[in-house]
Each structure stands twice: as C-alpha cells, then as structure tokens.
C-alpha cells in the first residue's frame, strides 16, 4: 500500500544508480530549480502569503514528495491550483487557518491513500477537472491586474465581480513604467530562445528585470517596497500548528478541498509522467506522499503542496528518471534561497505577475471550449457549470456542485443504458428455432432479460413491469447481461421474490454473472431463494420451469382426489 518508489530502486535495482545516471538527475534538478524559484514566490503571493513561503513549501514539500512518491520522477511544490482557495482562508481563518487546513488535508490524503482512493479520484470527470482548472486560470488571471498594471491597491476583494469593479474604477491610476514593463518581460518568455533551457524563460526574465529596475531606479514596485524586509521571516524551525475543534470543524470543507485537488493533480501529473518515461506509478502511495508532503510544509510553515505537472515534465526532458532529480531540485531550492535571500526582495512585482500570466495562459484548455458543442449536452453542462462556480462563487462549490452533478448524470446514463427485453428473440440465444417455438408455447412461463447494470434507475423499472404481471407461473431471469448489481437493485429482486412467494410462483436466475452473484451470496439470497433455482443456462432454466409446471399439476390432481 504505501512503496515509495525511492526505496524500491535502492532494494530491488540499486544498479540504477551509476555515477551518470545519478550527475544527469542532479543536472535535471537543477533546471527544474530554476523553474521552480520564479514560480514558487509568484504562488506564494498570490496565495496572499509571504513571497519566501512558496520557496520554503517547494523545499520541504517537494523533497518529500520526491522521497515518499509512488512515482519516480514527481517535481512537487505550490501551484495555482491552490492560491484561490488558500488566498481565501487566508483571509478568513489568518496564517494558523492556513497551517491547520494543510495539516488537516495532509491527514486526508494519507487516509485517502490508506483506503485506496488511488484510482477512485483517477475517475473524476474530465468536464469537472477542466471547469474548475480554466476556472482556477481566469481567477489566477485576474489576481495579478493590481501588478501589472502597477494600480498601486492595498486592499482587493476577493469577490471576481468586486475585484473587477475595483479594477475599473482604478484605471486611471495605471502606472506606465510599470505597464511597460510587464508587456516588456511577456513578449520576452514568450520569443526567449528555445535553445537556452539550462536558464528557463521564467528565470531568465527574472533576473533580466531586477537588474533594469534596479539599475535605473524605475520607479516599480518591488517585493521589498511590498513587503518589507523577507530576509528575517524567513525562519526554518518547525512549529506545531495551534489547533482548537471549533477551528478544525470550519476548515473541514476547504481542507477536504485542498486533499481531492493536491490527490488529482498529483495523479494527474503521475499519469503523465508515466506516458512520457515508460513506468508505472503507484497511485495510493502517490497520495500518502502527498499527504506527508502537506502536513510538513504545515510544520515548517508553508503552503500546500501537490505534484506540478510542467515541473515534472521538465524534469523528464531534461534526463530525470529517478527521485533523486526531485530531492536535488529541493537542495538547489533551499541552498539558492540561503545564498540569494538579499537579492530575491529586488524582485519586481510586475515580473511575478507576468509569469503568473503565462502560468494562467497555459492552464486554459481552448480546445475544451471550442468543442463545447460537440460534446454531450450533459458534459457540457458540467464544464460550464463547474467554470462559472468557480469563478463567481467558490471553488469549493465548483468541485461540489461538479461532482453532485456528474453523479447525477451518471445515474441517468445507466438507466437509459440498462433495460427489460421480453419480446426481443434475442433472449433465446443460444437455442435452435424449434426449441425457440415450443418454449414460448410454454404455459404460464415468462422470460425476462435485464441489460445493463441492475442499479436502483433500471430496478424500478424492472419492479414496475414485474408487479404488472397476471396469472404467471414461473418467472425466468436472464442475467447474461448484468455486470454489476447494487443494493437497490437486490432489493429489487428481493421484492420480486417475495411477490412469486405469495402468488406460489417459482423464480428462477438464469447466466448470472459474478459481480451480481457474489451480492447475492452476500446477502444470503442464493440459500433464500434455493441453489436449485440457479441456471447456467437458458435451455436449464426452461427443464426447471417443466419440472415445477408438472409438479403444480401433480399437486392439484393429488389435491382433488383429497378433496373428493
């Protein structure tokens, strides 16, 4: 259940870890590094914390995401993802909220990992993931406007009609060097020469502009002139977050948040990272790394954390192909943070915003929205609905709402799909047309057939047709067709069964599949309704339906004698 894929190199395959491999993993970290530096304090601050709490969550988080991971080249750290719903409690609940609701979704994901919820979050609608990820960019979007317009606003709502309102109203204060400036360093990562990946756009523009606005005094905005000093908060010692019940019962929603949206992005970057290098992860470990990961970035003070999909890809390009590129990628975090503190608070903040931006870009998923009209009205509904939740009401909602929705319309697909066949001659597949010709003649028998899954849509309809029946001897029950069964739909048959009893008509179970069958044995409905009402196929089904016919007749001559 929980086999980090760094220890089971070390024990089944310590080959792997020749002098090259082990100098290109290292290399690999370091460029993952530098992606990782520029877009660690840019989530810091739009999470509205501390820049120097997104590097110090990249330290602690993504090393141990690297050493507990159940894949082998997992980058993790602070993504956008996270800053809407973390800029939120941050708000609400201050800094020990923030730290109580990583520690708490960190225990959520152990227990998700524990329970086996590896491949159950894998099957989140892709409408509801896409909905809230575009969601999640028009907000991270509209995060850094302040920025890059250098607007110079202290105090932005954090409401999407409010926070734009705002905006409107302060156009006439956008700062020009400012604007300048930020339309400058986008036209620079989007045309930054290919060929120089040993220094990453992000970075490259980074230092580019910190050096021209410090230089020439460009009167911008900087972390410093934001935030003060950084250099002295920027402390390492652990602190065990200060919780109390009533605050734990506040941030149960939003905690729970964080774990299913750190358990999708990291399997989804998982799944990914598979695609690319071949190998297999493992899910559920995946998720109680994730889970270990949150819960000491809490301790050390940061923000939470998940697997990054560009961090991980670039790890892959770049020759990572074991954890030791994401445990080096962490050192090179932590040792740059140690040696560059002073010169990090130069940073401007319309540099941030600007890669906030092409961050936010590439979330977007166009194509999602340029076929919206191809795809099913239902899928549809719930891109559109999850994606204006997340934008004008929560992102707690979104998901909320996304998943109520998609179970709902789940539901509906495997009613339409299941259905009752009673005239069809397909239901005597697998006999010659004579014995065809003479079954139907059979008195008092009926044949039914369920296709599809028996869950609770499809049984009461079954239970509908069945109560309709009149002067029925023997029911038979094709099942043939039924993969699954739940529990409604054995109560369905349950139903059924009890009607034949009080009528004296026999039941009788015909080709049932496994999954139905055990729920039956689980039950106790194979002794109740006897083994012996139990066919393998259809031709035994219709002896036994002869066999009790001729008993009910035996009876009621041996009955009129008596009587007589």
Same mark, same amino acid.
Not at 22 to 37: E, K, S
Not at 311 to 334: K, L, S
Not at 395 to 423: P, Q, W
Not at 437 to 463: C, H, M, Q, W
């Given at each position: ?187 620079? /990562? ?49 602190? /065990? ?103 990090? &608070? ?30 099913? &009205? ?67 028998? /009926? ?118």
């Amino acid at each position: 259940m929980f086999k980090p894929k760094f220890f089971t190199i070390l024990k089944n395959k310590p080959q792997e870890f020749t002098f090259n491999r082990i100098f290109t993993d290292i290399n690999a970290g370091l460029v993952v590094a530098f992606i990782a530096i520029p877009l660690s304090i840019a989530f810091g601050i739009a999470s509205g914390v501390m820049p120097e709490k997104g590097l110090i969550t990249a330290v602690v988080a993504g090393f141990l995401i690297s050493f507990f991971s159940g894949s082998r080249v997992q980058i993790g750290g602070p993504t956008g993802a996270f800053a809407i719903i973390v800029y939120g409690i941050i708000r609400t609940y201050g800094t020990n909220g923030l730290i109580t609701a990583t520690t708490m979704a960190g225990i959520f994901l152990i227990v998700m990992g524990l329970l086996k919820f590896g491949r159950i979050i894998r099957y989140i609608p892709d409408p509801i993931t896409t909905g809230f990820t575009n969601g999640i960019a028009v907000i991270l979007f509209s995060t850094q406007i302040n920025d890059f317009l250098g607007l110079g606003l202290s105090s932005i709502p954090s409401d999407f009609v409010e926070k734009w309102a705002l905006y409107i109203k302060n156009f006439s204060n956008i700062n020009t060097p400012t604007l300048a400036m930020g339309i400058g360093i986008l036209l620079f /990562i989007i045309f930054y020469p290919k060929k120089f990946r040993f220094l990453p756009a992000p970075l490259a523009a980074l230092i580019v502009s910190t050096l021209v606005v410090n230089f020439f005094s460009l009167p911008i905005a900087t972390i410093f002139s934001r935030f003060g000093d950084i250099t002295k908060s920027a402390i390492w010692a652990p602190k /065990i977050p200060a919780l109390n019940f009533g605050l734990i019962c506040q941030l149960f929603q939003p905690a729970l948040m964080i774990a299913i949206l750190a358990g999708i992005e990291s399997l989804l970057s998982a799944v990914i990272a598979d695609g690319m290098t071949g190998k297999k992860h493992r899910s559920n470990t995946e998720l109680i790394a994730q889970g270990i990961a949150n819960i000491g970035s809490a301790i050390f003070g940061g923000i939470p954390a998940t697997g990054a999909i560009v961090r991980t890809a670039a790890n892959v390009n770049n020759g990572g192909r074991t954890p030791i590129a994401g445990i080096a990628h962490a050192f090179f975090i932590f040792m740059i943070l140690l040696a560059f503190m002073k010169y990090i &608070v130069l940073i401007p903040m319309v540099t941030l915003a600007s890669i906030l931006f092409m961050s936010a870009f590439r979330m977007v998923d166009f194509n999602a929205f340029k076929e919206i009209l191809k795809a099913p &009205v239902s899928d549809s509904i719930i891109l559109v609905t999850t994606f204006v939740l997340t934008v004008f009401v929560s992102l707690v909602y979104a998901i909320e709402m996304g998943i109520i929705l998609a179970s709902l319309l789940f539901m509906k697909r495997m009613s339409d799909i299941a259905n009752i066949d009673t005239a069809s001659n397909d239901i005597y597949e697998g006999m010659d047309n004579d014995e065809i010709s003479d079954r139907k003649r059979l008195r008092d028998t /009926i044949v039914y057939e369920i296709n599809g899954p028996f869950f609770f849509g499809a049984a009461s309809t079954f239970v509908e047709q069945i109560e309709k029946i009149r002067d029925c001897k023997v029911i038979i029950l094709r099942m043939r067709k039924v993969p699954a069964m739940d529990a409604t739909g054995y109560h369905a048959l349950y139903k059924i069964y009890k009607k034949c009893v009080a009528t004296n008509t026999s039941l009788i179970l015909c080709q049932i599949q496994k999954q139905p069958l055990r729920v039956l044995k689980n039950y106790g409905f194979v002794d109740i309704l006897g083994r012996a009402n139990f066919s393998l196929n259809i031709n035994t089904a219709f002896r036994k339906a002869e066999e009790y016919m001729r008993y009910l007749e035996e009876y009621k001559k041996t009955f009129n004698i008596k009587k007589q």
